[in-house]
């Protein structure tokens, strides 16, 4: 899957510099074509000649040759790439790339490019463990990078631990998946319903929730990246989605209702991760309610339970995935709401995890309608998503053996 593949491999100033040069061996291998950026540092380790000539493509070091003042642009390496990958990347340039400072042709590349990129850490376990590593490690993964997390054994300063760059047979074996990946759910319809809703109280108030729609726009750009025809329909958040995806824009669980529906016949898998309001005023005042000192009582009727009429109405060939946010009992809410709703899988999160729920990060727990049960550890969003769509991926082809 990676013939014939455009690929940037960015080699940054650490002892591991000398792993690029079998990566380049076994991307060619591949049927790759491979563009090698190196920082200044990264010369220090292995010579740019060595990887021109396993790349088959003079190595590019600076912004322009002094020689001659031939320019090389960051913007057009950015847009030529199918994949970025940056192997080895040093603390130094991990806290350059979270921080967009591109103080060289490797960093101004990274900001430029359009294509998934992919880092792979190297670095003694003291340097890797540091608070501000894993900070950035986690910022540059809620961008949408992929982290290719560091092996753990002995290191150049002789101590033991997690560091040393992943081995080059496994980093391109990780491309090689995602590539695969990449249409696994080619010409299938998804829609995705993500953020909340905001019940209008008078034509100036609301009553509404925290969601902030990260997770489905997460789920829904990771659909789009594997080939999928998406459609997004959003609650009021201030989130763009990236790719070629039909989004539609709605405010009131009426409308979200109106919306999905329209779709949904047509969809082959429905996710739904908006938390809709439960409940909406019963009457919306046409003007401004005035402040008084008396109290005022807003009363409430239910909203449409759009899940459930969805589960009602599924095809057999239709997969249906429900999200459960939960505080108490989670587990069996969690498996009451699967089979209540007549879904084929429910997301659990929690709100007793610390750093779960309406962040920028996630720990979930998915449960099928055969009984199956998946836990995953806290992650950015963006990994999160790719959780959730690497399990509906499971699941459909295990119907599809059934």
Request: proline residues 4%; glycine residues 6%; hydrophobic residues 45%.
């Amino acid at each position: 899957m990676i013939q014939g593949k455009k690929i940037l491999l960015g080699v940054t100033g650490s002892i591991a510099a000398y792993k690029a040069a079998l990566l380049i061996r076994l991307l060619k291998k591949e049927g790759a074509d491979v563009q090698v950026l190196m920082t200044e540092s990264a010369c220090d380790f292995i010579t740019p000649l060595t990887l021109a000539t396993l790349s088959q493509r003079p190595v590019i070091t600076t912004g322009f040759e002094q020689s001659n003042g031939e320019w090389h642009s960051h913007v057009e390496m950015g847009l030529w790439a199918d994949l970025f990958l940056i192997a080895p990347v040093t603390a130094n340039t991990l806290s350059k790339m979270a921080a967009g400072q591109a103080d060289n042709i490797l960093i101004a590349t990274y900001l430029a490019a359009k294509c998934p990129v992919f880092f792979a850490p190297a670095m003694d376990v003291d340097m890797f463990h540091h608070p501000s590593t894993q900070a950035n490690i986690e910022k540059l993964s809620s961008y949408g990078n992929h982290l290719i997390a560091p092996a753990a054994g002995e290191l150049a300063s002789g101590l033991m631990g997690e560091g040393r760059m992943e081995d080059p047979e496994k980093i391109v074996a990780t491309l090689k998946s995602w590539f695969i990946q990449s249409k696994d759910f080619k010409d299938l319809n998804v829609l995705i319903s993500a953020g909340p809703t905001f019940e209008a109280i008078d034509p100036v108030r609301f009553i509404g929730n925290h969601s902030s729609g990260k997770m489905g726009f997460s789920i829904a750009e990771e659909f789009n990246r594997r080939g999928a025809h998406v459609t997004l329909v959003a609650g009021p958040v201030n989130q763009e989605a990236s790719g070629d995806i039909d989004r539609i824009d709605v405010t009131s669980a009426q409308e979200m209702y109106e919306a999905c529906m329209s779709v949904f016949a047509d969809a082959d898998i429905i996710v739904m991760s908006a938390a809709v309001a439960d409940f909406t005023p019963a009457r919306v005042s046409p003007v401004k309610i005035k402040k008084r000192e008396a109290t005022l009582a807003i009363e409430l009727k239910p909203t449409l339970d759009i899940l459930k009429e969805m589960g009602q109405i599924k095809k057999e060939d239709q997969l249906l995935v429900g999200f459960a946010l939960e505080s108490d009992n989670e587990r069996e809410n969690a498996n009451e709401k699967l089979i209540a709703k007549n879904c084929d899988m429910i997301v659990l999160n929690s709100l007793n995890e610390e750093g779960a729920g309406f962040g920028n990060t996630n720990k979930i727990t998915i449960f099928t309608a055969e009984g199956e049960e998946f836990g995953f550890d806290m992650k950015p969003k963006a990994a999160v998503a790719i959780d959730i769509v690497n399990t509906i991926a499971i699941l459909k082809i295990s119907r599809k053996q059934v």
